[in-house]
C-alpha cells in the first residue's frame, strides 16, 4: 500500500461533512438570532462559550429534535463525503469526527458513513425520562473557544501523525497549532478569514478533493 501523506483525516461535521447547520435545523422561530450568532462565532468575532449555552436555553431542544437534527445532517451530505471518507478508510487513514455540535445527531451521521463512536467527539446533551432538554455538558472543550486544539492535544497519543484537520470555522482554525495542516473547506460557506489563514483551500462542492490532498488522488 502506498503511504498517503497524512494518516490522520479530522472531520468538522456542520457546514463540512453535512451543508447544514444542526444548532439552526432546531431554532425554530429563533433562526435568524441563532444563525447570526452562529456566524458570529464562526468568524471568530465572538467567543464560542459566550454563544452555546445561550443558544441552547433559548431552543432547549428536545430528544425527538436533535434526532431529527441527525436525520437531516444524512440527508444533506455534502456531495462526496461517503466517497472520501471510504477511500480514506480503505486506504488505512484513521478518520476522526471533531464537532461542537451536538453529540447523538454528530453521532448519527458518522455511524451513516461508517466512523465508529470511537472516532466521534461533540458535546453530549441531556434529557428528561420524558425526553425534554435537560442540559448540555458543560465541561467539554467543544463547547469553548479552542477546545478543538484542546481536544486534539489531549489525543495525540491515539492520533497517528501526520494529521490534517478539514472545516469551515474559526473554532477547526484554533485547532491549526495542534495538527500538520489545515483544510479550510469552502463548499457549503466561505468564510474568508478562515480560507486565507488556511494552509490549504478546498473549494468544493465535493469533499472528494481532500483524497487530493492526502496523496490518494481526487
Sequence with gaps: MTPTRFQTVIFD???????????EELAREH????????????????????????????LRPS??????????????????AAEAIGA???AGVTVQVLSGGLLPAVAAVATH?????????????????EGAYAGFEHDSPL???GGKRTWVEHNLARLPRPILLVGDGATDLEARPAV?????FTGVVRREEVALAAD??????????????VGLGA
Design 180 to 184: 500538520d495542516c489545515f483544510a479550510a
Design 88 to 90: 480514506l478508510a480503505g
Design 200 to 213: 490549504v483551500v478546498l473549494e468544493g462542492p465535493s469533499l472528494t478533493g481532500v483524497l487530493g490532498i
Design 13 to 23: 461535521c456542520d457546514s463540512t461533512l453535512s451543508a447544514i447547520e444542526g444548532i
Design 63 to 80: 430528544r425527538a429534535e436533535v434526532e431529527r437534527v441527525g436525520a437531516l445532517y444524512i440527508e444533506r451530505l455534502v456531495p462526496g
Design 31 to 58: 433562526r435568524r438570532q441563532v444563525a447570526e450568532l452562529t456566524d458570529l462565532a464562526m468568524r471568530g468575532l465572538l467567543p464560542l462559550e459566550e454563544v452555546y449555552g445561550r443558544r441552547l436555553e433559548l
Design 143 to 145: 463547547a469553548r473557544s
Design 113 to 129: 458513513l461508517g466512523i465508529g463512536p470511537g472516532r466521534v467527539a461533540a458535546v453530549d446533551i441531556r434529557f428528561t425520562a
